[in-house]
């Protein structure tokens, strides 16, 4: 399984458009440019293959060949990213609400959404303290290690819920990372109960947060809002007390989304 929690590259759709996102995607998730070798060894596609798709995400700005023969993502995936980012709806109806949740906590404020095993965040709004986080919007993390991804899991069918936890690979990123299906699932079970979940320095040590679910009414969107700072700031009795307001703010979240989407068909 590779950094993102998805399938193998050597397991996914075999048309032209699935090598071409094969390669997309391991550009864009590797930590440094890639060399052709270390994509040939990635994608396990035959090397003309390659070759011809690299160089046709290459013409078409996807990504960028360096003079060391690299290849890194292109700036027309800014554009794209951009756009997506301008337009959807769900960051939009959320917005104003996560700028009050930040007014009254002075935190930084994360909304997500879950795909996959993994939680995307879709917006931010930066905290007013002098230390702040680190987060990006577009980024990825685990979804059993952070509050917005606990929170998503708590919508989950049992079923679903199951199959889901069944495919984690457990990274321990801290002491307090959940290691095992059942600690986790024993968890979920609680924060399905209480409407909210919380970050003990599960995902990087001296971070913590209190997230509540948001989902759309046909569940198309599954994602969470969280408060998010540094532990020394963040007590536990306090992340206790800012779960109302972050749980008043998903619940504002969901009612925008409801009159202005309704349920897709």
């Not at 994608?43 to 996807?62: C, D, F, I, K, N």
């Not at 554009?79 to 709806?89: G, K, L, V």
């Not at 980024?139 to 899991?153: I, M, R």
């Not at 972050?246 to 619940?251: D, E, F, K, S, W």
């Amino acid at each position: 399984m590779n950094s993102n929690g998805d399938r193998p590259a050597q397991s996914r759709e075999t048309g032209t458009l699935g090598k071409l996102m094969v390669l997309l995607d391991l550009v864009t998730h590797a930590d440094a440019p890639l060399r052709f070798t270390d994509i040939l060894a990635l994608a396990g596609q035959p090397r003309g293959t390659l070759h011809r798709q690299l160089s046709h995400l290459v013409e078409e700005g996807l990504l960028e060949l360096d003079g060391d023969g690299r290849y890194a993502p292109g700036l027309r995936l800014l554009d794209f990213a951009a756009r997506s980012w301008a337009r959807n709806e769900f960051r939009l109806i959320a917005e104003p609400h996560l700028a009050d949740l930040q007014q009254a906590t002075g935190e930084t404020v994360h909304l997500g959404v879950l795909r996959g095993q993994s939680i995307i965040y879709l917006d931010k709004v930066e905290g007013r303290q002098p230390v702040r986080m680190y987060s990006q919007i577009g980024n990825a993390s685990p979804c059993y290690c952070t509050g917005v991804g606990k929170a998503a899991l708590s919508l989950l069918p049992a079923e679903s819920l199951g199959d889901l936890i069944a495919g984690l690979s457990f990274t321990s990123f801290t002491a307090s990372t959940h290691v095992s299906a059942e600690t986790l699932l024993e968890e979920i079970r609680e924060i399905a109960d209480q409407g909210f979940a919380f970050d003990r320095e599960e995902h990087e040590a001296g971070i913590r947060c209190v997230a509540a679910p948001v989902w759309s009414e046909d569940r198309t969107f599954i994602g969470g809002v969280s408060i998010t700072g540094p532990a020394y700031r963040l007590s536990m009795e306090l992340l206790r007390q800012w779960a109302v307001p972050v749980q008043l703010a998903a619940g504002r979240i969901m009612e925008g989304m409801r009159v202005r989407l309704g349920p897709r068909r």
